[in-house]
């Protein structure tokens, strides 16, 4: 749970930092194309470093169909679909379809690792999710004028789907090659896609530093470092139960961007997020 936990703080920062990196449709800085290739070839790179120095064996058959999967949804499906929606809606916006994430990601643990848990387990779960979309409807509200459906929300929904997938079939294989073999195999196995991407969408216009900054950072540490953490936890504590630390994940993005985007701090904040914590554990005693 605390691997996992580590992990989501690592991933918590990835929305405020990829909207810094592609701005907005009013202010566009790296294109959504370019900051999804950019980043898992970055990743990519430092991934053959580390295969290289650990001389580490090439996975199997069976392994790479899993981690070809993992790719689709981790390296490619998420940040790109992610990066189109956030020219368009907040970060905010953006969390109240995202905290749907650890809900999806148990259902598919269960279809796919066949993990089964009772149902104190699932019905602590679907109230955490109830908690954060209502924290992040009532956001919605008070900033934004009411939430209503956009096509970016589509995205968005796609984003959590390619990602719930990305983390299972990256588990699926983690206890065989290592949490941080899964994740650099992902990156490099990418690497035929990325990188032409990455020179293709190169940006032609003037970027701020401050967007460079947003891809360095979902290049290092969103596309590769908090997996370190994030595969293991799924590996050790089983995926279906450490998925539920990311209801955390809204509550620590809206913390980030704090000093990344200059928004303020509410009371009402702090009280959801020890609610969202309790059924975390609760659902983990009840497992």
């Given amino acids: 749970m ?22 907005t449709a009013d202010d566009p800085q790296l294109s959504p194309w370019f900051v999804t290739f950019g980043r898992a070839t970055l990743a990519g790179a430092l991934s053959i470093i580390f295969l290289l120095v650990t001389r580490s064996p090439w996975p199997t058959a069976t392994q790479r169909r899993s981690l070809a999967l993992a790719v689709l949804g981790n390296a490619l499906g998420f940040p790109l679909l992610l990066g189109f929606a956030l020219r368009h809606v907040s970060s905010g916006h953006a969390a109240v379809v995202i905290a749907l ?3 999806v990601t ?14 104190g387990f699932w019905l ?33 929904i796609g984003a959590v789907l390619a990602a719930a997938l990305g983390y299972v079939f990256g588990a699926l294989v983690t206890p065989a090659l290592g949490a941080e073999r899964v994740i650099c195999w992902i990156c490099v196995m990418a690497l035929p896609i990325t990188l032409p991407g990455a020179l293709l969408t190169w940006p032609e216009h003037s970027v701020a ?12 540490f969103s ?4 997996f370190f ?12 139960k450490v998925s539920q630390t990311q209801l955390l994940q809204p ?16 009371a009402m904040t702090v009280g959801f997020a020890l609610a969202v914590v309790a059924t975390v554990f609760l659902g983990k005693r009840l497992s």
């Fill in 124 to 156: 602590c779960a679907a109230a955490g999710a109830a908690l954060v979309m209502v924290y992040s409807l009532v956001r919605a509200q008070q900033y934004g004028g009411g939430f209503t459906l956009q096509w970016a929300d589509l995205l968005l």
């Fill in 106 to 119: 148990a259902a598919v643990a269960a279809w796919v690792m066949h993990q089964r848990a009772r149902l």
């Fill in 251 to 266: 509550f620590l993005s809206i913390l980030a961007a704090v000093p990344i985007l200059g928004e303020p701090l509410q």
């Fill in 229 to 240: 953490a994030w595969f293991r936890g799924l590996a050790i504590g089983g995926a279906l």
């Fill in 209 to 220: 530093p401050q967007a460079w900054l947003g891809l360095l950072y979902v290049g290092i």
């Fill in 2 to 23: 605390w691997l996992g936990l580590l992990g989501v703080a690592v991933f918590a920062v990835t929305l405020p930092m990829t909207r810094l990196a592609t701005g």
């Fill in 223 to 226: 596309m590769w470092a908090g």
């Fill in 101 to 103: 994430l650890p809900l």
